[in-house]
């Protein structure tokens, strides 16, 4: 099966777990704060966490595998879980540094686009 569409096919379930997920979260939790994306990020860190270090230390599966469930599903679903599994790498490699520039370049440029793009839309 071609990589492209083992992605494709865990993007499009990552894609569909996420719309129902917050909308459910929003449904039950409410719309004042985002429950789903805070449900969906730590979901999805979690997922990719457990994924990375099951599949290559205790199982060895094969690298498809990855490409269905961390690059597709959990790219879809959410990005939050790459940043977190990168920055708990360098702590438990116990390269402090790395782990704070990524975590606070991450924070900061990325609120900082947010609200970028906020203006811009708002000017435009």
């Given at each position: ?88 790498a360098y702590f438990e490699q116990g390269q ?17 686009a947010a609200l970028g793009g906020m203006a ?5």
């Amino acid at each position: 099966m071609s990589e492209y569409l083992i992605v494709s096919l865990g993007a499009i379930f990552g894609a569909c777990s996420r719309y129902y997920l917050s909308r459910l979260a929003a449904k039950t939790l409410g719309p004042v704060f985002p429950y789903g994306t805070l449900i969906i990020n730590v979901t999805g860190s979690l997922i990719v966490g457990f994924f990375l270090v099951y599949a290559s230390e205790r199982v060895l599966l094969d690298p498809r595998w990855r490409l269905l469930v961390v690059v597709g599903f959990c790219g879809a679903f959410t990005t939050f879980s790459s940043y977190a599994f990168e920055t708990m790498a360098y702590f438990e490699q116990g390269q402090w540094h790395l782990m704070l520039t990524n975590v606070l370049t991450n924070n900061l440029l990325c609120l900082a686009a947010a609200l970028g793009g906020m203006a811009l839309a708002r000017v435009l």
